[in-house]
């Protein structure tokens, strides 16, 4: 199979959708590799690293899709991309599709096999959301708390408190991977770290490991609570590829703190508060109701070198698997991998995704049964 690896043009993403050592893996099984030149100087791959391992540089990107089948991204297809796109293409990479309307419509209408990194799913596990989740989890502490600073808007707080002086309070809400990192990171910097989640397992869970504090999520408890925290952290995630609950209503908003730091990872589905809106790395922050919102739509590619090697070492074993069998062999026969397809043939093949856009959906195995 000839492998596509197009260099990322979403803004301030640099992020590359395998590294050298898994292409490597790949060309060793026989396959042939195509990276757009420069496509992994931003994690720290040069041109030559990969033509070291049998990969060949192209200059641009209509080269990439014109002559490859597999394209394996990081991040959805941008405006400019869409006219590369056609039915030869399978397309692997981060979609969060339940937001975005138009990219769904694009995708059906070129009869692309879409297969999304977020909805490919192992029991109750997300194996490639997982590493990025855990990155973004890290983050958002740290992101934060620079956003605290006066200089930036913030109330002026110090995290970890100092001597005789309480630190900040921090409220991460979701108790998944996201949120379980977020708790282990502001634990360790020294906040005073309350976790609210839907259930009650996960919660015991991090209290035994990280001793904070829990609350289990209401409606009217999130209310109540909202003034007394310094920085909100939102991880919750639907599986599946719905898009996220707006937990954040506009009235808790205005119930929060003046200099208070809203953290939206949940951003990339739509995010999790009526307020939210998808900023960058370079413009990360917005001011609503006097609450600055940090709702940066790639967080994890603000450290590519770290993100890139955690993400392509999730997704090679799945790579590996569409090249080596055939795409519509490998999802046949893997029912992780057939999750992940979110669009193929001109069907929306993700119930969450179809319902979002009010399109019709079909199941991947009802697709499947017509060839």
Do not use: W
């Not at 995290?159 to 002086?165: E, K, L, Y």
């Not at 999790?272 to 960058?280: M, N």
């Not at 001011?287 to 919102?293: T, Y």
């Amino acid at each position: 199979m000839i492998i596509g690896i197009p260099k990322e043009v979403k803004v301030d993403e640099f992020r590359v959708g395998v590294t050298p050592q898994n292409v490597a893996l790949l060309i060793k099984e026989g396959h042939e590799v195509l990276v757009q030149s420069g496509a992994g100087v931003g994690s720290g791959f040069s041109d030559a690293d990969y033509i070291s391992v049998g990969a060949r540089a192209v200059p641009d990107a209509k080269d990439i899709y014109d002559g490859a089948a597999l394209i394996i991204k990081v991040k959805e297809p941008q405006p400019s991309e869409y006219g590369f796109l056609n039915e030869k293409h399978t397309l692997f990479c981060y979609l969060h599709l339940a937001p975005l309307k138009e990219l769904t419509s694009v995708l059906a209408e070129k009869k692309v096999c879409a297969i999304a990194y977020e909805t490919v799913a192992v029991a109750n596990e997300l194996p490639l959301l997982k590493p990025m989740s855990e990155i973004a989890g890290k983050m958002a502490p740290i992101v934060a708390a620079h956003c605290l600073s006066r200089y930036q808007g913030g109330e002026g707080v110090l995290i970890s408190g100092a001597d005789g002086v309480k630190p900040a309070k921090v409220l991460i809400i979701g108790a998944g991977n996201a949120g379980f990192n977020a708790a282990k990171m502001a634990t360790g910097m020294g906040a005073d770290v309350t976790v609210m989640n839907r259930t009650m397992p996960k919660l015991e869970q991090l209290q035994k490991l990280l001793h904070v504090k829990t609350v289990l999520y209401s409606s009217q408890i999130i209310l109540e609570i909202i003034n007394e925290f310094d920085i909100v952290v939102s991880t919750v995630l639907i599986h599946g590829g719905a898009s996220a609950p707006k937990l954040i209503t506009l009235e808790v908003l205005k119930a929060m703190r003046d200099g208070a730091v809203f953290v939206d990872i949940a951003i990339d589905q739509g995010g999790s508060a009526e307020s939210s809106k998808p900023t960058t790395h370079t413009n990360p922050i917005f001011i609503q109701e006097g609450v600055l919102h940090y709702c940066v739509a790639n967080m994890p590619g603000a450290y590519p070198k770290t993100s890139s090697v955690a993400l392509s070492n999730a997704t090679i074993s799945y790579a590996r698997k569409l090249a080596n069998k055939g795409v519509l062999n490998a999802v046949k026969n893997d029912a992780s991998l057939a999750l992940g397809v979110n669009v193929y043939n001109g069907a929306v093949t993700n119930l969450s995704v179809a319902q979002a856009h009010n399109l019709e959906f079909k199941s991947i195995e009802s697709c499947l049964e017509d060839i």
